[in-house]
């Protein structure tokens, strides 16, 4: 059983231009949760996307956007990118809209996104 | 609003002692709490939960964490460092229906032969 896939691994982006990242869920989950690692830090919830929609978001501007699709993978979409947004993306997958089985999530391992 | 603190950024310990990390949190409502392990230039794996079941949780690798109430703590606690524990140890929490964590900033756990 697959988990939580991410890609790509590692990026290198210049300051004013755009990304985009891509999650794949663990098998049987239907959420899709982003949240940003930067060095040092605890990682920090962006948004979540259940039922193609945005259901829930985090304390982030605009330049953050994301996109769920009936296969319930998911992207993160970062424009005008500032160096402060170097940091370790992270996926994390859930099942359901209540009970305790969706407040587990599982992450992936991660893509690293480095702005010069 | 809910929120992580986590008491020291770095914890060290020998080979065989005692691993006591720090959690302490705040929410308006009864919270679900959970211990996450990150590995270098790894994700984050769930060692254990607290749902409102039992206080004492028991997870992975020898880890167990215990719901105060009274003193809003889950600390997680290991009888026996191995030097395979090495890593960060992350706390979180989260209080709403949408399974949305709050984290805190992450304790490095080093362990010395």
């Known amino acids: 059983d697959a988990g939580v896939t991410q890609s790509p691994t590692h990026l290198i982006k210049t300051r004013g231009q755009q990304v985009t990242l891509r999650c794949s869920p663990k098998?049987?989950?239907?959420?899709v949760s982003w949240y940003q690692q930067a060095l040092g830090q605890g990682p920090q919830f962006i948004f979540q996307?259940?039922?193609?929609?945005e259901r829930q978001r985090g304390n982030f501007p605009d330049r953050f956007s994301g996109h769920q699709f009936p296969n319930y993978s998911s992207e993160l979409n970062v424009n005008a990118l500032l160096l402060g947004d170097s940091a370790l993306y992270l996926c994390?997958?859930?099942w359901g809209t209540g009970g305790e089985g969706s407040y587990e999530q599982y992450f992936g391992p991660g893509t690293r996104l480095t702005v010069t | 609003a809910q929120s992580v603190t986590q008491l020291g950024s770095h914890v060290s310990v020998s080979e065989g002692a005692l691993v006591l990390l720090r959690c302490n949190y705040s929410?308006?409502?009864?919270?679900?709490l959970f211990w996450y392990v990150q590995y270098p230039n790894q994700g984050l794996q769930l060692l254990l939960k607290?749902?409102?079941?039992?206080?004492l949780v028991k997870g992975i690798n020898g880890f167990e964490a215990e719901f105060k109430k009274s003193e809003t703590s889950f600390h997680l606690t290991k009888p026996s460092a191995h030097m395979s524990d090495a890593a960060e140890y992350f706390c979180?929490?989260?209080?709403?229906?949408?399974?949305?964590?709050?984290f805190g900033k992450g304790t490095m756990l080093l362990v010395s032969p």
């Open positions: 994390a997958s859930s």
């Open positions: 929410s308006s409502v009864p919270p679900y």
């Open positions: 607290y749902t409102s079941a039992a206080t």
């Open positions: 979180a929490v989260t209080d709403s229906g949408y399974s949305t964590l709050t």
């Open positions: 098998s049987g989950h239907d959420t």
């Open positions: 996307y259940y039922e193609e929609e």
